[in-house]
């Protein structure tokens, strides 16, 4: 047996207890894996609170972990036991109910196509932090069809997905000009991650930024303010992420 996080009803965090569980035996194409570290994302206590991906009780909460290799079925052909691996176990585009069992669990499977190999250069914690908060930051990127050079707005460029937005950003798609909102405490952080301007949401209003933009990647939802504020006059991509549309993680217009 093994120890694992888990609620049987939706409700407050209150619901989550501590337990017991037999631990997973990997299906031909699963890896089984000793979690090293977990992390959680705004998803999984939305899925705590309301039957947003139902499923049956009981659940052990978690997308995203990082650990070691410690068995595999027959049709695992990429990892071998005491590989080091990381990624998000649940397969959002499966169309499948998702994993009962999540990753805040001493023990999980999960199919060899939805991991990979840990880098070397990043701790258990850190490579657990990434997942499925940069995978939904390059999502944003490629279904708006963000090309070199254009410039960006991030709103809530401190946040998980917002620091990813900013750093894929300026380092990898070759934004021209990157600019990120954030409360004051973290202005020098955002900075840090590579954004040209940072503009303070406590000392600035989104209304007073008149630039234009090619993009705007709005990461907590206030894309119908942006659109009533701004005057992009309906010019920009946009790319909202966050609780605005019903809880669709990421929408595109
Ligand atoms: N994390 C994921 O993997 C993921 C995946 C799909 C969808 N989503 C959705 O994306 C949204 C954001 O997720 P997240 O993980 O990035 O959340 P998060 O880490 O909590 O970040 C949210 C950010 O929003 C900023 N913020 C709050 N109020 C603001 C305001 N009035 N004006 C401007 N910025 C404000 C905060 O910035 P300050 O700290 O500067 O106040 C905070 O850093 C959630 O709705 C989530 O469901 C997340």
Known sequence: MQKAWFYEE???????????FPIPTPLHNQLQVQVRAAALNPIDFKRRQRPIFPSDFPVVPG???AGVVIGKGGGVTKFDVGDEVY???QDFNAGE??????????FIVVEESLIATKPNNLSFEEAASLPLAVQTAIEGFKTAGFKEGQTVFIVGGAGGVGTLVVQLAKHLYGASHVVATTSTPKVEFVEKLGADRVVDYRKTRYEDVDEKYDFLYDTIG???YGFLYFPWNFQPRVVLCGKSLFYISTWIC
């Open 63 to 65: 997308c995203d972990m």
């Open 10 to 20: 939706y409700g407050p965090k209150e619901v989550l207890k501590l337990g017991d």
């Open 87 to 89: 990624g998000n176990i």
């Open 222 to 224: 206030k894309f119908l």
């Open 97 to 106: 109910k998702l994993k009962q069992l999540g990753t805040l669990a001493e």
